[in-house]
């Protein structure tokens, strides 16, 4: 995409967490990209022509023959340059400094830094207690500075924790500031953009006018296809081409049968009847639940559905004529190239869980145009779009649907009970205003009956496991601490409210052990 915006460079040498320095300097609306050290010689520091210059941490050492370095061109570019870590390492190094590994070296974890040698800009706001706590994870250290340098930060183990050359505009810091366990972080990066001279130009009201320019310039006047999950990235994407290219867009919405209770009609009446967008909507769910007839495995369900998806999702796409593009909602994450832990560069692009491998198929050219985003970008700009909150917050809900929250085999009769006290139980949960505070809740129908009593009649009938977790990215995920009262509650709802379920169980089992879905 042809940028107008101030761009900032974070140069990765493969540390863990360079996407977190991305993170908060996005939250200062920065724009930044992050690219691997290998890729960044003089002539693209030229053509990119960053405000200020990022080099994030490694797992290397600069000690090693052969290890990363950072672009020599990059010494005399004339932006601030910031070095993190390893990026402090091997600014020390190629600046004429020394870095030794071994014993004694090594800081991991919590580590508290005190001011030296006066006032640093990028320290502005830090110490008014004097220390301010870091997060260290280094084996080597800087044993001599580079000339022109002066320390402004010393640690226990690291008495060149903070360093800078003020004249040449070059700070360097042991630690990590792009963590959480390094409260004062956040303000590190502000101050550091500021004296950069940005003006934090970054914003989604800027960004959805330069993405709808640059659709229109990809596509011309040819046709896109875009495949829509009812999900907030594929929506996001939709909405946004649609204001783009309006009706050179047509959306393929497939049911499968194993959607959320009225989740297909909510699709189809707000993007074909409140946005005007061209829907195929294709109720497949007789295809997809034959399939699914006799199958108990977790991962032939899985497979089985994912690959009917990709046919069927084709059927479709095929009938639209002289379609020559497919448009994804591809997120930033899913497109960074990282530099891998054995030092060499690898590149990790995710393909989109529906429609994988459909490109290449179909001879279809792809339009991606949040894959500059983070997730809760693409919600800010669902939010400028006029997309409903309620919408913009819903919990994940996984490709294959009800069927791994129905553990054993597929009936349609299971299915209508669980998507009855699914939609009971999380309107308990929108009642007490828990939803927000939630990552993912939902119910699943055991494979089991068991026996009750209700009025004077003895009952066998389903029972009902309902989850609810807490968790920032999915990874691991805590049981969320509903009162007795609220679960007391909701038993009693979801048996009055669901004919067929006798029986409630609500799971506390946390990731790891157990995943957030049953299956
Ligand atoms: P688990 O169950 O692995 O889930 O702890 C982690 C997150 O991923 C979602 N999930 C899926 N999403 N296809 C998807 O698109 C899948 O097959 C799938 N399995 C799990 C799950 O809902 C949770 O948010």
Excluded at 109 to 134: C, H, Y
Excluded at 202 to 229: F, K, N, P
């Amino acid at each position: 995409m042809t940028q107008s915006h101030e761009r900032l460079l974070i140069i990765d040498f493969g540390s863990q967490v360079t996407q977190l320095i991305a993170r908060r300097l996005r939250e200062l609306n920065v724009y930044c990209e992050i690219h691997p050290y290998n890729r960044v010689n003089d002539a693209f520091l030229r053509d990119f022509a960053p405000k200020a210059v990022i080099l994030s941490g490694g797992p290397d050492s600069v000690t090693r023959e052969g290890s990363p370095r950072a672009p020599e061109a990059l010494w005399s570019f004339g932006v601030p340059v910031l070095g993190i870590c390893y990026g402090q390492q091997t600014m020390m190094q190629q600046l004429g400094g020394m870095v030794e590994s071994g014993h004694g070296t090594a800081e991991f974890g919590r580590a508290f830094v005190t001011p030296a040698n006066g006032d640093l800009s990028i320290l502005a706001g830090w110490f008014e207690e004097g220390r301010e706590q870091v997060w260290m994870s280094h084996g080597d250290h800087v044993s001599q500075i580079a000339p022109g340098f002066e320390v402004y930060g010393t640690s226990p183990n690291a008495p060149f924790a903070v360093t800078a050359d003020v004249s040449r505009n070059f700070y360097a810091v042991q630690f990590h500031p792009e963590v959480h366990h390094t409260p004062k972080g956040a303000k590190l990066y502000e101050n550091f953009i500021k004296l950069a001279g940005f003006s934090g130009d970054w914003t989604m009201a800027g960004y959805r006018e330069q993405a709808i320019a640059a659709i229109r310039e990809q596509v011309g006047s040819d046709h896109v296809i875009c495949g829509l999950s009812g999900g907030v990235d594929s929506s996001v994407t939709a909405i946004l081409l649609h204001e783009a290219i309006g009706d050179q867009l047509t959306c393929v919405f497939v049911d499968h049968g194993l959607l959320r209770k009225n989740e297909a009609a909510d699709v189809v009446k707000m993007f074909r009847d409140n946005y005007k967008i061209k829907l195929i909507a294709a109720d497949e769910s007789d295809l997809f639940l034959g399939a699914l007839e006799g199958v108990s495995d977790p991962e032939v369900k899985r497979k089985t559905i994912g690959k009917l998806f990709i046919d069927v999702f084709q059927k479709y796409a095929n009938e639209i004529e002289g379609a020559k593009f497919l448009a994804q909602g591809t997120l930033y994450p899913d497109v960074i190239e990282s530099v891998s832990f054995s030092g060499g560069p690898s590149v990790t692009i995710k393909s989109h869980h529906n429609v994988g491998g459909l490109p290449e198929k179909m001879g279809l050219k792809l339009v991606e145009p949040l894959r500059e985003l983070f997730k809760d970008e693409v919600r800010a700009l669902g939010r400028e779009l006029g997309l409903p909150a309620s919408f913009i917050g819903r919990h994940p809900f996984p490709g294959p649907g009800l069927a791994i929250r129905c553990p054993g085999e597929i009936t349609r009769e299971k299915l209508a009970i669980l998507q009855e006290a699914d939609a009971v139980y999380i309107d308990q949960i929108r009642k007490h205003g828990l939803y927000d505070e939630i990552w993912q809740a939902f119910a699943a129908i055991l494979p089991m009956k068991t026996v009750g009593v209700m009025g004077d009649g003895r009952t066998y009938d389903y029972a009902v496991a309902i989850r609810a977790v807490t968790s920032v990215d999915g990874m691991t995920a805590d049981t969320y601490p509903f009162s007795h009262e609220f679960l007391g509650e909701t038993m009693t709802r979801i048996i009055n409210e669901v004919k067929g379920v006798n029986r409630v169980f609500y799971d506390l089992t946390s990731k790891p052990p157990g995943t957030i879905e049953l299956e």
